[in-house]
C-alpha cells in the first residue's frame, strides 16, 4: 500500500485553500467601520437637538412628554413666557419639542433651603408609542438629590438619558421613581457612551450657572420655548388595537393645532 | 291650519325614523360574538362544531373538540379564513388593516406598525418581544438534548410516530415597554482664569574672579615592572586507563522524552521509511484525516495527503417505512398587554395544537424569556398535565419547560400560561 494522492482528498485541499484565500479579504470588508461622533454632550446647549432636526424624520413639532422628578420637598419650575412658572411639587410631566433647551428652576431643595439650582433640558430623540400612550411612557428625568448638592458645591453635573437596546439591557430589576445611572470619566463624552449602550434622547445639564439679578433674562431662559404642561394625570386611554385613529395635535385655545403632513397610504407601508 | 300642523308632525315622524335608521349600532362581526343560548344547547361535548357553510350548502366540520383540557369554545384544526386571533376579530400585534387568515409571522411582520405617518423603518428598541426562532437555529439532537434556543424564543418539540424528533416555533409578541437609564457625568468648571507673565529680570552680580585650569603636559609613573615570570607548557602526559570493563550508552539525547507514543515511527524517528511502519501509518493517517476539514493539522508527506484507502461497504439492507399523515404542530403565544410599564406584571398564554395526521408524543415546550421578563414564580399553569421546570438562560432570565406527559393526539391541544414581570 503506498500513500498516493486521493483526488478527492486534492479536492477538498482545493476547495479549502479557495475558501481561505475569499474569506482573509472578507473578513476585513465585514469588519466595524469606524465611527465618526459628530455631536458631543459638551456642545452648547441646543446644538445637538438642532442637528437632529437637520438630520430629518418626523421630530420637528412632536411635543415629546418629559416627566422630571426631584427630591421630596422640592419645587420644579418651568421657564414659561419669559418667567418661571409657580412649580410643582416634586415631579412636573410636560411635553417638549427636540431642538429647543428648556430651563428650570428647582428650589425647595431638602438640606439646602434658600438655594436654587437651574438645570437644563435639551431633547436630542423621541418616542413612538402607540396611539394615546405617550403621556403614560414620558421620557423620565430623575433629579437626584446627590446630584444637586453637587451643582450647589459649583460642580458641573452632565446627564444624558437614553432608550436601552431591549435584547442588550442589563438584567436587573428597575425601580420605576429610580433612574439607573453610570458615572463615567473626565476624559469621556456621556453622549458618545450613552450611544454605544442605546439610543440617547435627551440631555440634562446643572450648575455653574445662575440668573444675574432677580429677573432671569431670555438668554438665560432660552427665549421659554413652545412648551405643553400636563396638569393632570394623563388618563389611561381604553386601546382599539390595530384600529387607532390617527392623532391629532392638541388644541391652542380655540384652534386646532397644526397637523402633520400624513405620508399616503402606499408610502407608510413601503419599507 | 290643522292641516299645516299635521305635515309638520309627519314631517318630524318621518325624520325621526330616518335618523333610527342610519345611525344604527353597527353588526359586529360573528367571529367575536358570544354563543348564542340555542348554540350553547346544541353543541355538546361530543358533537362537532359546525361553523360555516361551503358554497353548495353543505356544512364543513372543522374540528371535533375532544380535549376536556381546553375551554368549551376552544376551536382546534386548521384555522379557517375567519379567524383573525380571537379578538374582535383582529389580530392585536398585526398591522392596521391587516384582515388576511391567521398566519405565523415572521419577526419583520411584527414590527410592521409603525406610528401613524412615519414611513418604515422606524425604531423598534421601545418593545420587548418575545416568541419565535430568533436566529431560526433551534434544533433537537439524538439524545433530545434542544440546542439553539436563545433568548426570546418559544419552541416546541416532539416526537412523531416513525420516531423522528420535529421541532416548531411560535409567533412573536411584541410589548411596549420603554426602559430608560443615564450616563453621568460630573465636572469641575473653570470659574476663573488668568494668565501671568514675566515682563523682565534684574541681574545685580557681575564677573569678578576667573579661575583657568590648566591641562597636564607631563605623566609620571610611579612604578614600573620588576620581573616576568614565564609559564611552561606542559611536556609530558599521563594516561591512565582502568582495566575494568567499559560501558557507554548512546542514546539520542534530543529525542527521549520528545516523541510521543503515536509517534514511534522510523520515518518521524530516524527519517528511514520502512515497510513495517505502512499499516500502522496508515491507521495514524486515517485519524488525521478525521480531523482535517478545518479543524486541526493535516498529515502531508511529499507533497501529497496521507490516505489509507479501504473499502467500507458492507452487505447492508436499508429499510423505509412510509406512514400515512403527516405531524404537525402549531403553537401560538399572545401577551395579556400590548404595552407595560416597568414593575408592571403580563400574563403570557401558549396554545399548541395538534394539527398533523397522526398523534405526536414526547410534546415539549420551550420559552426563554428575554432579559427584560421575569418569571413570577409560581405563576404558570397548564391545561394538560405537564412536567414543568426552569432552567437559567443567557440573559439571567429563565427558560421555562412543559414536557407532556400524554401523547397529543389529533386535534388535541392544550394552553399554558405563565406570569411574567417587566424589568
Same mark, same amino acid.
Given at each position: 500500500?503506498?500513500?498516493?494522492?486521493?483526488?478527492?482528498?486534492?479536492?477538498?485541499?482545493?476547495?479549502?485553500?479557495?475558501?481561505?484565500?475569499?474569506?482573509?479579504?472578507?473578513?476585513?470588508?465585514?469588519?466595524?467601520?469606524?465611527?465618526?461622533?459628530?455631536?458631543?454632550?459638551?456642545?452648547?446647549?441646543?446644538?445637538?437637538?438642532?442637528?437632529?432636526?437637520?438630520?430629518?424624520?418626523?421630530?420637528?413639532?412632536?411635543?415629546?412628554?418629559?416627566?422630571?422628578?426631584?427630591?421630596?420637598?422640592?419645587?420644579?419650575?418651568?421657564?414659561?413666557?419669559?418667567?418661571?412658572?409657580?412649580?410643582?411639587?416634586?415631579?412636573?410631566?410636560?411635553?417638549?419639542?427636540?431642538?429647543?433647551?428648556?430651563?428650570?428652576?428647582?428650589?425647595?431643595?431638602?438640606?439646602?433651603?434658600?438655594?436654587?439650582?437651574?438645570?437644563?433640558?435639551?431633547?436630542?430623540?423621541?418616542?413612538?408609542?402607540?396611539?394615546?400612550?405617550?403621556?403614560?411612557?414620558?421620557?423620565?428625568?430623575?433629579?437626584?438629590?446627590?446630584?444637586?448638592?453637587?451643582?450647589?458645591?459649583?460642580?458641573?453635573?452632565?446627564?444624558?438619558?437614553?432608550?436601552?437596546?431591549?435584547?442588550?439591557?442589563?438584567?436587573?430589576?428597575?425601580?420605576?421613581?429610580?433612574?439607573?445611572?453610570?458615572?463615567?470619566?473626565?476624559?469621556?463624552?456621556?453622549?458618545?457612551?450613552?450611544?454605544?449602550?442605546?439610543?440617547?434622547?435627551?440631555?440634562?445639564?446643572?450648575?455653574?450657572?445662575?440668573?444675574?439679578?432677580?429677573?432671569?433674562?431670555?438668554?438665560?431662559?432660552?427665549?421659554?420655548?413652545?412648551?405643553?404642561?400636563?396638569?393632570?394625570?394623563?388618563?389611561?386611554?381604553?386601546?382599539?388595537?390595530?384600529?387607532?385613529?390617527?392623532?391629532?395635535?392638541?388644541?391652542?385655545?380655540?384652534?386646532?393645532?397644526?397637523?402633520?403632513?400624513?405620508?399616503?397610504?402606499?408610502?407608510?407601508?413601503?419599507? | 291650519?290643522?292641516?299645516?300642523?299635521?305635515?309638520?308632525?309627519?314631517?318630524?315622524?318621518?325624520?325621526?325614523?330616518?335618523?333610527?335608521?342610519?345611525?344604527?349600532?353597527?353588526?359586529?362581526?360573528?367571529?367575536?360574538?358570544?354563543?348564542?343560548?340555542?348554540?350553547?344547547?346544541?353543541?355538546?361535548?361530543?358533537?362537532?362544531?359546525?361553523?360555516?357553510?361551503?358554497?353548495?350548502?353543505?356544512?364543513?366540520?372543522?374540528?371535533?373538540?375532544?380535549?376536556?383540557?381546553?375551554?368549551?369554545?376552544?376551536?382546534?384544526?386548521?384555522?379557517?379564513?375567519?379567524?383573525?386571533?380571537?379578538?374582535?376579530?383582529?389580530?392585536?400585534?398585526?398591522?392596521?388593516?391587516?384582515?388576511?387568515?391567521?398566519?405565523?409571522?415572521?419577526?419583520?411582520?411584527?414590527?410592521?406598525?409603525?406610528?401613524?405617518?412615519?414611513?418604515?423603518?422606524?425604531?423598534?428598541?421601545?418593545?420587548?418581544?418575545?416568541?419565535?426562532?430568533?436566529?431560526?437555529?433551534?434544533?433537537?439532537?439524538?439524545?433530545?438534548?434542544?440546542?439553539?434556543?436563545?433568548?426570546?424564543?418559544?419552541?416546541?418539540?416532539?416526537?412523531?410516530?416513525?420516531?423522528?424528533?420535529?421541532?416548531?416555533?411560535?409567533?412573536?409578541?411584541?410589548?411596549?415597554?420603554?426602559?430608560?437609564?443615564?450616563?453621568?457625568?460630573?465636572?469641575?468648571?473653570?470659574?476663573?482664569?488668568?494668565?501671568?507673565?514675566?515682563?523682565?529680570?534684574?541681574?545685580?552680580?557681575?564677573?569678578?574672579?576667573?579661575?583657568?585650569?590648566?591641562?597636564?603636559? *607631563?605623566? %609620571?609613573?610611579?612604578?614600573?615592572? =620588576?620581573? /616576568?615570570?614565564?609559564?611552561?607548557?606542559? @611536556?609530558?602526559? &599521563? !594516561?591512565? $586507563?582502568?582495566?575494568?570493563?567499559?560501558?557507554?550508552?548512546?542514546?539520542?539525547?534530543?529525542?527521549?522524552?520528545?516523541?510521543?507514543?503515536?509517534?514511534?515511527?522510523?520515518?518521524?524517528?530516524?527519517?528511514?521509511?520502512?515497510?513495517?511502519?505502512?499499516?500502522?501509518?496508515?491507521?495514524?493517517?486515517?485519524?488525521?484525516?478525521?480531523?482535517?476539514?478545518?479543524?486541526?493539522?493535516?498529515?502531508?508527506?511529499?507533497?501529497?495527503?496521507?490516505?489509507?484507502?479501504?473499502?467500507?461497504?458492507?452487505?447492508?439492507?436499508?429499510?423505509?417505512?412510509?406512514?400515512?399523515?403527516?405531524?404537525?404542530?402549531?403553537?401560538?403565544?399572545?401577551?395579556?398587554?400590548?404595552?407595560?410599564?416597568?414593575?408592571?406584571?403580563?400574563?403570557?398564554?401558549?396554545?399548541?395544537?395538534?394539527?398533523?395526521?397522526?398523534?405526536?408524543?414526547?410534546? *415539549?415546550? %420551550?420559552?426563554?424569556?428575554?432579559? =427584560?421578563? /421575569?418569571?413570577?414564580?409560581?405563576?404558570? @399553569?397548564?391545561? &394538560? !398535565?405537564? $412536567?414543568?421546570?426552569?432552567?437559567?438562560?443567557?440573559?439571567?432570565?429563565?427558560?421555562?419547560?412543559?414536557?407532556?406527559?400524554?401523547?397529543?393526539?389529533?386535534?388535541?391541544?392544550?394552553?399554558?400560561?405563565?406570569?411574567?414581570?417587566?424589568?
Amino acid at each position: 500500500m503506498s500513500l498516493t494522492a486521493d483526488p478527492i482528498m486534492l479536492h477538498r485541499l482545493t476547495k479549502f485553500a479557495l475558501l481561505a484565500v475569499l474569506l482573509v479579504p472578507g473578513g476585513f470588508a465585514f469588519a466595524q467601520p469606524p465611527v465618526h461622533y459628530q455631536n458631543r454632550a459638551d456642545m452648547p446647549p441646543g446644538e445637538v437637538g438642532q442637528r437632529q432636526l437637520l438630520r430629518g424624520g418626523l421630530l420637528a413639532g412632536y411635543f415629546q412628554p418629559v416627566e422630571v422628578t426631584a427630591p421630596k420637598g422640592a419645587i420644579v419650575s418651568l421657564a414659561v413666557e419669559g418667567g418661571f412658572d409657580q412649580g410643582d411639587k416634586e415631579s412636573v410631566l410636560a411635553g417638549m419639542q427636540i431642538g429647543y433647551v428648556y430651563r428650570m428652576r428647582v428650589a425647595n431643595i431638602p438640606d439646602h433651603a434658600g438655594e436654587e439650582v437651574y438645570p437644563t433640558i435639551e431633547l436630542v430623540d423621541r418616542l413612538y408609542p402607540p396611539p394615546g400612550q405617550a403621556a403614560r411612557f414620558p421620557v423620565p428625568i430623575e433629579l437626584t438629590a446627590e446630584e444637586l448638592a453637587l451643582a450647589l458645591e459649583g460642580r458641573f453635573v452632565t446627564r444624558v438619558i437614553y432608550l436601552e437596546e431591549p435584547r442588550a439591557a442589563l438584567p436587573v430589576k428597575d425601580e420605576p421613581k429610580k433612574q439607573r445611572y453610570f458615572e463615567i470619566g473626565a476624559g469621556q463624552d456621556p453622549l458618545k457612551v450613552a450611544d454605544q449602550m442605546g439610543r440617547p434622547v435627551a440631555i440634562l445639564r446643572m450648575g455653574s450657572r445662575v440668573p444675574d439679578g432677580l429677573t432671569p433674562d431670555g438668554k438665560f431662559l432660552y427665549h421659554s420655548p413652545p412648551l405643553l404642561k400636563f396638569t393632570t394625570t394623563p388618563v389611561e386611554v381604553k386601546r382599539n388595537e390595530g384600529l387607532e385613529e390617527p392623532q391629532l395635535p392638541p388644541k391652542v385655545g380655540d384652534r386646532q393645532g397644526r397637523t402633520f403632513k400624513r405620508l399616503p397610504e402606499g408610502e407608510i407601508k413601503r419599507r | 291650519m290643522n292641516t299645516t300642523y299635521g305635515r309638520l308632525l309627519a314631517l318630524v315622524v318621518l325624520g325621526s325614523l330616518g335618523f333610527c335608521s342610519c345611525r344604527g349600532v353597527p353588526k359586529r362581526e360573528t367571529s367575536s360574538e358570544s354563543p348564542r343560548p340555542e348554540s350553547k344547547a346544541t353543541i355538546g361535548q361530543n358533537s362537532p362544531i359546525v361553523s360555516r357553510a361551503n358554497p353548495t350548502g353543505n356544512p364543513i366540520v372543522l374540528a371535533q373538540h375532544t380535549s376536556p383540557a381546553l375551554p368549551f369554545s376552544a376551536y382546534t384544526g386548521d384555522p379557517g379564513q375567519d379567524y383573525h386571533g380571537g379578538m374582535s376579530g383582529h389580530c392585536p400585534h398585526c398591522s392596521p388593516g391587516s384582515s388576511g387568515p391567521f398566519h405565523f409571522s415572521s419577526h419583520a411582520e411584527e414590527l410592521q406598525w409603525a406610528p401613524d405617518g412615519i414611513a418604515l423603518p422606524w425604531p423598534h428598541d421601545e418593545y420587548i418581544c418575545d416568541g419565535g426562532d430568533i436566529n431560526e437555529d433551534a434544533n433537537i439532537k439524538k439524545d433530545e438534548s434542544v440546542v439553539g434556543v436563545d433568548q426570546e424564543d418559544t419552541i416546541a418539540h416532539y416526537k412523531t410516530l416513525d420516531g423522528r424528533k420535529e421541532i416548531t416555533a411560535s409567533n412573536k409578541v411584541c410589548i411596549y415597554a420603554p426602559r430608560f437609564a443615564a450616563v453621568r457625568h460630573v465636572t469641575v468648571p473653570i470659574i476663573t482664569e488668568v494668565h501671568e507673565r514675566m515682563a523682565g529680570i534684574e541681574k545685580t552680580d557681575k564677573l569678578n574672579l576667573h579661575d583657568k585650569t590648566f591641562v597636564p603636559t *607631563t605623566a %609620571i609613573q610611579p612604578e614600573a615592572p =620588576r620581573g /616576568e615570570q614565564g609559564i611552561d607548557l606542559a @611536556s609530558i602526559f &599521563r !594516561e591512565r $586507563k582502568a582495566g575494568n570493563e567499559l560501558a557507554r550508552t548512546n542514546a539520542p539525547y534530543m529525542a527521549r522524552g520528545e516523541f510521543l507514543p503515536f509517534e514511534d515511527f522510523a520515518l518521524i524517528r530516524r527519517g528511514v521509511y520502512e515497510q513495517g511502519d505502512k499499516p500502522r501509518l496508515a491507521i495514524s493517517a486515517q485519524a488525521a484525516e478525521v480531523w482535517l476539514d478545518k479543524k486541526a493539522v493535516q498529515v502531508v508527506i511529499d507533497g501529497k495527503m496521507a490516505v489509507e484507502a479501504a473499502g467500507v461497504s458492507g452487505s447492508q439492507e436499508t429499510r423505509v417505512y412510509e406512514l400515512e399523515g403527516k405531524p404537525r404542530l402549531r403553537i401560538c403565544k399572545v401577551a395579556s398587554k400590548s404595552d407595560a410599564k416597568v414593575g408592571e406584571t403580563v400574563e403570557f398564554t401558549l396554545r399548541y395544537d395538534n394539527i398533523g395526521e397522526q398523534p405526536v408524543s414526547n410534546v *415539549t415546550i %420551550i420559552d426563554s424569556l428575554t432579559t =427584560r421578563l /421575569e418569571y413570577v414564580e409560581g405563576s404558570q @399553569s397548564s391545561s &394538560r !398535565e405537564a $412536567k414543568f421546570d426552569t432552567q437559567e438562560n443567557d440573559g439571567e432570565s429563565l427558560v421555562l419547560r412543559w414536557a407532556l406527559t400524554e401523547p397529543l393526539k389529533v386535534n388535541e391541544g392544550g394552553i399554558v400560561r405563565f406570569q411574567c414581570r417587566v424589568r
